[in-house]
């Protein structure tokens, strides 16, 4: 168990060397640079030229990246071209918006997502099978923005339900300590910035949920599909036990164990997703933090920023694959 | 077939009353709270007013930012020695109550306006005005990057010492200011200048508190290996002492900028309690956002959504006068261009009025000369070529030369201005047109940065599309930027025909009496579009939006705009 964590702790070494990689090159690529985007329209050859100098972005891309991994081997991640804020700072800032958003919007997947797709295959091929699959198809195929666009339209703009923007409103405040603002108003005993908190969490995280949705729907019902299929389930049936009990201690139990990487692998699309989520929704999370550095040109931040989410990635899966042994007792035994 | 049709129906019914039932939770809690624009909009004076801007603020220290969103909020906080009158670019007293030169216009002496306070207490004198001329002068290391003090190098030069790494000029026009008694603050110039004057209106020249600026270490910081200035006081982040209707309250990244009425202003008093500034980078968000009242504003308003909020009583769109030109560039020293002739064949080929009604959605003008008419020095007066494809052939006919008349013709891409919004279209109809005026067109495109315009500045294109946006209200501004000096994009450093113009710039720009300036300026720009170094051929209006209870917003050319006028109707 303890060689298995060590073993992919040390995976992350070259993932995260291929990721640095990767990333220090491609935004080299993007025409323009900071010292461009920077001066904007006014500069001359001469004022991006001494900024480049300045930024050390005139030397060898290879003489950039040694003092890169350089900074990094001291944990400094550098300071943002554009606020002048440490990236490690602002990253401390804004990652509790992503997260609080990835779990509302993860926990909304999981508690329509496994209803759905169980209660599918329980009545296959009857209405709820095909209400569950067109619920898959739209979830699936619609793009982000534009759900994220259409709710604002309807639950905002029209109806005037929710609020269209931000995590909170402007006229509600309380003290940030953990940037978790649910659990900032929690920790304040502010029940009205509670709900206020909540009422903004409710569209970007049906936005940011609906493709985990559908696919741990479609998972989920072609797993028990599977299992309930199988010799045990008759046999549990067989001897009498109450549906109920069978569905859940026989079925769901060991049909969990394909959902648990599917959501696993949900936690990428959950990150990348909250790019597109937060900008629409001006969620100042590190999905538009991204955004607007790669606008700028914003190396530090880039790279930075990428760098944290494929740590956060690789934990991820690691502890999805520790969970496998508490799923399935067969995996715990092999090393 | 009918039940398949009912099993497939039935399930959509089925999501759509799933999303409705999923968010209903949503509907029971709204109605405990309010919704925002019920609360901020109550009780007419007063009030608050929130208004997004696209991005965060860098820092909120006037010397050391050029961006429009570090600005907004620090014209609100800060002032100038000049002010503008509201929605001109002309200049009038701010917190220098007026303001005398020497004969040869190099000693300013400015009055001091007296009973005026800081944020902080501290009352504003002579002395506290050249503390800041000083720490300004004498900026160094990455202070003294373009990045930062832009402005000061526009208008002022260089710095005390000269790092030639740093990007900034050698030569300062500044000398040194002294206060000779608590009100008279006299500023000397190393060489004539009249232009820093209305240029003392931008908010790159605000005057900060002193004692604020040392005990908050506005000057402190270090340069990090990537070689970016991080600065470690507080002052440009929590503590921006200035003089202005408003003062400082709380800033948290990416969420919101406050800013409440300071109740010990010199002037007449705000009249809103609070101005909250949200970042709001997404154009379809921010008029959402206006739509469900949780802002009362937002600028950069995008064209296409102009008439949806047109449309919607409870919403207005406020114009900016126009403060940028988009001109057809020509390089006077190569043939054929060096002969007038054939600049004017293009002038009258050019269907700038086209160009005008089909791609700026009517938020433009088209452009006589080579800068706003909102600037002093506008000339009425000047030549003007309105299209006459005939007229055109004919000039290239006394030219010596028979149509067509071949003409490289660039435009850039992966660019969208203000002044230019789509590039290739715009090219494409003053192309058409000029094809129709005898000449053949060859074009060209480059991508906007750094190719296009590292080969405008080499003095590469012949005939090109470019544009510029004002830093502020001063003729000299625009076509001092132009034309003073000899410059490759216009040819004019192998071509002298432009000299007369350079030397009417120059003494323009020495002139100390404003009358006389403003004369020399329209003279300036007869000559210029008598010699045509190319066609300028639109200004266009930028918007702002307001929820329609918000009233007495005065937009400004220059964006100089101070909530301290706004009421909540």
Known sequence: MLRFVVRRLLLLIPILIGVSILVFLWIRALPGGPAAALLGERATPEAVA?????????????????????????????????????????????????????????????????????????????????????????????????????????????????????????????????????????????????????????????????????????????????????????????????????????????????????????????????????????????????????????????????????????????????????????????? | MRGKLLKFALPLVAFLALIAAGCGGGDNESTGGTAPSETTGGGGAGGTLVFAGAADPVVLDGALVSDGESLRVITQLFETLVALKPGTTEPEPGLAESWSANDDGTVWTFKIRQGVKFHDGTDLDAAAVCFNFDRWYNFKGSFQNPSATYYWQVVFGGFSTFNPDSGAPEESLYASCEASDASTAVITLTKPSATFIPALSQQAFSIASPKALQEFGADEGSVDADGIFHPTGTFGTEHPVGTGPFQFVSWTRGDRLVVERFDDYWGEKASLDQVIFRPIADNAARLQALQTGEIQGYDLVEPQDIPTIQENGDLQVIDRPPFNVAYVGFNMSMPPLDDPKVRQALAYGLDRQGVVDSFYGGRAEVAKEFMPSSVEGYADDVPEYTYDPEKSKQLLQEAGLTPPVKIDFWYPTDVSRPYMPDPKRNFEALAASLEKAGFAITPHSAPWSPDYLGKSDEGQLQVYLLGWTGDYGDADNFIGTFFQSPQKQWGTDKNDEMKPVQDLLAQAEAEPKQAKRIELYQEANRQIMTILPGVPYAHSSPALAFTANVKGYAPSPTTNESFATVTLG
Request: a positive charge; glycine letters at 6%; hydrophobic letters at 50%.
């Open chain 1, 50 to 335: 001494a900024l480049e100098h300045q930024y050390g972005l005139d030397q060898p891309t290879y003489v950039q990246y040694g003092k890169y991994v350089e900074q990094l081997a001291t944990l400094e991640f550098g300071n943002s071209s554009t606020s002048r804020q440490p990236v490690a700072t602002e990253f401390r800032q804004r990652f509790p918006a992503t997260i609080e958003l990835a779990f509302a919007a993860g926990f909304f997947a999981l508690i329509v997502g496994i209803p759905l797709g169980f209660f599918a295959a329980k009545r296959y091929q009857g209405v709820v099978d095909h209400t569950s699959l067109v619920i898959s198809l739209i979830g699936i195929s619609t793009p982000i923005f534009f759900l994220a666009l259409i709710l604002k339209y309807v639950f905002a703009v029209q109806l005037g339900w929710l609020p269209s923007v931000g995590r909170m409103s402007v006229l509600i405040d309380v003290p940030h300590p953990t940037n978790f603002y649910l659990l900032d108003a929690i920790l304040a005993r502010n029940w009205e910035a509670f709900v206020d908190v909540s009422k903004h969490l409710i569209l970007p995280a049906i936005a940011l949920g609906s493709i985990p949705l559908a696919i741990i729907a479609r998972i989920t019902r072609a797993s028990v599909l599977d299992v309930q299929n199988e010799d045990y389930v008759r046999t549990a049936q067989a001897k009498g036990l109450a549906p109920r009990s069978v569905d859940f201690s026989h079925v769901l139990r060991n049909a969990m164990l394909p959902i648990a990487t599917i959501i696993g692998l949900q936690v990428g699309l959950l990150l990348s997703g909250a790019v597109l989520t937060e900008t629409v929704f001006a969620f100042p999370g590190i999905g538009s933090w991204l955004v607007d550095a790669i606008k700028a040109r914003n190396y530090p931040v880039i790279q930075g920023g990428v760098l944290f989410i494929a740590i956060i990635v690789v934990f991820v899966n690691l502890l999805v694959d520790l969970s496998y042994g508490f799923l399935n007792p067969r995996i715990r035994l092999s090393k």
